[in-house]
């Protein structure tokens, strides 16, 4: 990708004179600077025949860039064969739908290890992994924000390594809450870019998908989201070491702020 696109999670607030849905939301979003939605599908596939149309207008309408985030339903670790199953069934109708208005990624968390050895979750979810067809969208692994969850960026890292339909989503903020506050400064976030160059080349920063947002944690890890400037995540080293590395791709903002919170990576980055 050219440059670095910064855009939002889900509809943005608005200033309550506009009852958004998806194509009102995008048209927002561009007249207010930004380049990009991550559409929720995280409890139900709400692109449909009644309004991909619309969307795809305003996407195309507004040069704009689609993500979506699939299921918090799917578990390709499950413990039941017909959970995994139901996985990846949610996995492809989420595709499918971002299709239909010519998105580009979908962000997935792929699991749980649910008491099994990081090895053998591993093998479960590469083996399911494997079934998903090739297409078009992108799937893109997210790392997550709890130590019950598989999806730390070494693992994802290896599935991109052996999977070549997946590629990464790098949620620094996961990380950051899934180590009880790892990410301190610059040189925290400048080794995760320099692991990701090391091990899946500068191919990988070149087509980055990225959330980014404030993080309430414990030891635990991730317990929920905060605007920005109310959580320690530091969004300034981290966008620091991205322009050093010369990432290209797309921002995320989560959160409660939505777009305050992405214009306020925006105009970060850009004054850096």
Same mark, same amino acid.
């Given at each position: 990708?050219?440059?670095?696109?910064?855009?939002?999670?889900?509809?943005?607030?608005?200033?309550?004179?506009?009852?958004?849905?998806?194509?009102?939301?995008?048209?927002?979003?561009?007249?207010?600077?930004?380049?990009?939605?991550?559409?929720?599908?995280?409890?139900?596939?709400?692109?449909?025949?009644?309004?991909? =149309?619309?969307?795809? =207008?305003?996407?195309?309408?507004? @040069?704009? %860039?689609?993500?979506?985030?699939? $299921?918090?339903?799917?578990?390709?670790?499950? @413990?039941? +064969?017909? !959970? &995994?199953?139901?996985?990846? =069934? *949610?996995?492809?109708?989420? *595709?499918?739908?971002?299709?239909?208005?010519?998105?580009?990624?979908?962000?997935?968390?792929?699991?749980?290890?649910?008491?099994?050895?990081?090895?053998?979750? %591993?093998?479960?979810?590469?083996?399911?992994?494997?079934? #998903?067809? +090739?297409? =078009?969208?992108?799937? *893109?692994?997210?790392?997550?924000? !709890?130590?019950?969850?598989?999806?730390?960026?070494?693992?994802?890292?290896?599935?991109?390594?052996?999977?070549?339909?997946?590629?990464?989503?790098?949620?620094?903020?996961?990380?950051?809450?899934?180590?009880?506050? !790892?990410?301190?400064?610059?040189?925290?976030?400048?080794?995760? #870019? &320099? %692991?990701?160059?090391?091990?899946?080349?500068?191919?990988?920063?070149?087509?980055?998908?990225?959330?980014?947002?404030?993080?309430?944690?414990?030891?635990?890890?991730?317990?929920?989201? #905060?605007?920005? &400037?109310?959580?320690?995540?530091?969004?300034?080293?981290? #966008?620091?070491?991205?322009?050093?590395? @010369?990432?290209?791709?797309?921002?995320? $903002?989560?959160?409660?702020?939505?777009?305050?919170?992405?214009?306020?990576?925006?105009?970060?980055?850009?004054?850096?």
């Amino acid at each position: 990708m050219d440059g670095l696109l910064f855009g939002i999670s889900g509809l943005p607030l608005g200033n309550d004179s506009i009852k958004f849905n998806y194509a009102k939301g995008i048209d927002y979003a561009k007249s207010i600077g930004l380049d990009a939605m991550e559409l929720l599908f995280v409890r139900s596939v709400n692109v449909t025949d009644n309004n991909k =149309e619309i969307i795809l =207008e305003a996407k195309l309408r507004n @040069n704009f %860039y689609l993500s979506a985030h699939g $299921s918090h339903y799917i578990n390709l670790n499950a @413990n039941e +064969l017909d !959970k &995994q199953k139901q996985s990846i =069934e *949610r996995i492809i109708k989420a *595709r499918e739908a971002l299709s239909k208005v010519e998105g580009r990624s979908l962000i997935f968390h792929p699991g749980y290890y649910l008491g099994d050895s990081k090895k053998k979750a %591993y093998n479960t979810i590469r083996d399911n992994l494997l079934h #998903l067809p +090739l297409n =078009e969208v992108d799937f *893109r692994l997210e790392t997550t924000g !709890k130590g019950t969850q598989f999806g730390t960026l070494e693992e994802l890292v290896s599935l991109c390594k052996e999977i070549s339909k997946c590629k990464l989503c790098v949620d620094f903020s996961h990380i950051h809450a899934r180590y009880n506050g !790892k990410l301190k400064g610059y040189n925290d976030f400048a080794k995760i #870019l &320099q %692991y990701i160059t090391d091990e899946l080349g500068k191919s990988a920063l070149e087509d980055m998908h990225i959330h980014m947002g404030g993080v309430n944690y414990n030891e635990k890890g991730e317990r929920n989201h #905060l605007p920005l &400037q109310q959580s320690d995540f530091n969004y300034v080293d981290c #966008l620091k070491a991205i322009k050093d590395f @010369n990432v290209r791709g797309c921002i995320i $903002s989560e959160g409660p702020m939505v777009e305050k919170d992405a214009l306020l990576l925006k105009k970060t980055y850009e004054k850096l």
